[in-house]
């Protein structure tokens, strides 16, 4: 799918489509092209075009990272953009009414914006990838073999844990994983998985 998207609109160096449902589901399911992982950096920083796209249920179209501005508003992201070569960020939400499924995230490394007719490709991109994944989760049948969503179990499993360790909920456990993550400078999963094999323990770096 994200091949595809890369085709419409051949002015972009990456696209990737992430399906999101609580705070800690998080599920990229198509990638292509320069894959610098803008995706994941965003999950873990907790803040960029992506997370904003989401929380917002609005297009965030972040076309030059340079700008004073930006490093105010994602204070992480943006140096931690620009130092992966990446100089523009567009995040489109895939939403249909009421209904929000995920983020389109497309990427180029030099700054500019999307034009008019890119920014049309690529609403009616996100709208067709929002019917398909309504469509794939209402059938429960892999209507689109392309999409391969990526279980992060751990992930869950960490989150749970944690709220088990601090006697916090859900989104609590899941903001202290990140805040771990991003210090320990390491990636979600990794952090995760070391959680679930009890090498790390969040009621013991409360202690310390």
């Given at each position: ?8 609109l ?12 609580n ?35 609005r ?10 501005g ?17 100089h ?23 700054p ?10 690529a ?57 771990y ?28």
């Open positions: 799918m994200s091949e595809v998207c890369l085709e419409l051949p002015g972009l160096d990456g696209a990737s489509i992430t399906v999101i449902g705070p800690a589901a998080h599920a990229t399911v198509s990638t292509a092209g320069d894959d610098v992982g803008m995706t994941d950096l965003q999950f873990t920083l907790g803040e960029g075009p992506y997370v904003d796209a989401h929380n917002d249920r297009p965030v179209l972040a076309s030059d990272l340079s700008e004073p930006y490093r105010v508003r994602w204070p992480a992201f943006t140096p931690a953009s620009l130092a992966a070569g990446v523009a960020v567009f995040a489109l939400p895939l939403r249909i009414g009421a209904i929000h499924v995920g983020v389109l995230n497309l990427h180029r490394r030099e500019g914006e999307l034009g008019v007719i890119e920014l049309s490709d609403f009616a991109f996100a709208e067709a990838v929002t019917l398909l994944v309504l469509g794939h989760s209402a059938s429960g049948e892999d209507q689109a073999p392309q999409l391969r969503v990526q279980h992060r179990v751990a992930l869950h499993q960490a989150t749970g844990i944690i709220m088990a360790q601090l006697g916090v909920s859900v989104e609590e456990a899941f903001v202290r994983l990140r805040a993550t991003y210090v320990d400078g390491r990636t979600l999963d990794e952090v995760a998985v070391d959680v679930v094999a009890r090498r790390i323990r969040f009621d013991v770096e409360e202690q310390t």
